[in-house]
């Protein structure tokens, strides 16, 4: 009989924080509950470093994802053939986690080599929402390609051909999202978990831990002032919404100019997939550290922003320390 112990799979820093907002209010259970924490995370290997100090898993593992080699092909025949045993077999070389230990899989983005691992390997995993209501504006992210037509669908899931992410795979337990309504996927068994709810239990109890755990330095500067707006970054260029880095840069140096003309002192935080060094290019603006989610600013007293303005950004609807909130479009 399989133990009752659990591991996530992380791949972002709110990621990590919503394992240890559930973790740490099953404390009991922390003994049973691994992590693994992947390098898509900037500076991840640090944050293992955190989570041991804190004693908070039982077992904390790196897997360096982006390491991992993976079979491309558009050769339709080959992709049937040689797609599937090939990356079993490759990427079984670098992940040092033996998943047969474990009852419950759970993890965050299924369209990942971890994720193809998975199902290359058979384990079947619980999909928990890889961002605020991702299911219910899939089709309007890059990631709407994951939403196929039924014949498509059962045309693939009976040839095995690739794979069938974010919520398609046959693998796929059941769905942890934070609304269940006007989702975008093909229905499975839906669990819906508020995550507001969930972050303000766990903020009440552990606050000082997630706290010490993402935000080990200097805040003083955010303390609330007047005239202030912040500006949530995407990785637009990554995510092939523009066709250049310099085009991402051409548009956050707009909107920082249009803040600006409104008096106001900006301040950006890049997404932790944005690797544009903003203070080199845009002057007379504050860049705050990318390496953690910006959630935990809901809970820090005295931190508020006049404005928070993103282009689209998941997490902007549950951000409560700004009195105003706009999406730029491009």
Aim: positive net charge; glycine residues 2%; aromatic residues 14%.
């Amino acid at each position: 009989m399989v133990n009752k112990r659990k591991i996530y799979i992380c791949t972002t820093y709110y990621h990590v924080l919503v394992t240890l907002a559930k973790t740490l209010l099953e404390k009991s259970k922390i003994k049973n509950t691994d992590i693994i924490v992947c390098d898509d995370i900037i500076e991840a290997e640090s944050l293992c470093q955190k989570l041991k100090k804190y004693n908070l898993f039982n077992k904390i593992f790196f897997v360096k994802q982006s390491e991992m080699p993976e079979f491309v092909s558009n050769n339709i025949f080959k992709n049937l053939l040689y797609l599937h045993p090939f990356n079993y077999a490759m990427i079984s070389k670098y992940i040092n986690v033996k998943f047969d230990n474990y009852s419950d899989i759970y993890v965050f983005h299924d369209d990942t080599k971890i994720g193809h691992y998975l199902n290359d390997a058979g384990y079947y995993y619980h999909l928990i929402e890889d961002s605020l209501n991702f299911y219910q504006k899939i089709l309007n992210t890059p990631f709407r390609y994951a939403v196929i037509s039924n014949w498509k669908y059962y045309l693939k899931r009976i040839l095995n051909y690739k794979y069938l992410p974010l919520g398609n795979s046959k693998y796929v337990l059941d769905i942890e999202v934070n609304e269940n309504k006007n989702l975008q996927i093909k229905r499975k068994k839906v669990v819906e978990l508020n995550r507001h709810e969930l972050f303000n239990k766990a903020f009440l109890k552990h606050k000082d831990v997630l706290l010490g755990i993402f935000l080990d330095r200097e805040i003083k500067d955010l303390l609330k002032k007047e005239n202030r707006a912040l500006v949530l970054t995407q990785p637009l260029y990554k995510d092939k919404i523009l066709q250049s880095e310099e085009e991402q840069l051409a548009f956050y140096k707009k909107m920082v100019q249009d803040l600006k003309q409104k008096n106001f002192k900006v301040y950006i935080k890049p997404h932790p997939r944005d690797c544009i060094n903003y203070s080199s290019f845009i002057s007379d603006v504050n860049v705050i550290n990318k390496e953690f989610p910006i959630e935990i600013f809901n809970y820090i007293k005295n931190i508020s922003f006049s404005i928070v303005a993103s282009m689209d950004s998941s997490c902007i609807d549950a951000l409560n320390f700004c009195e105003v909130k706009i999406n730029y479009s491009i």
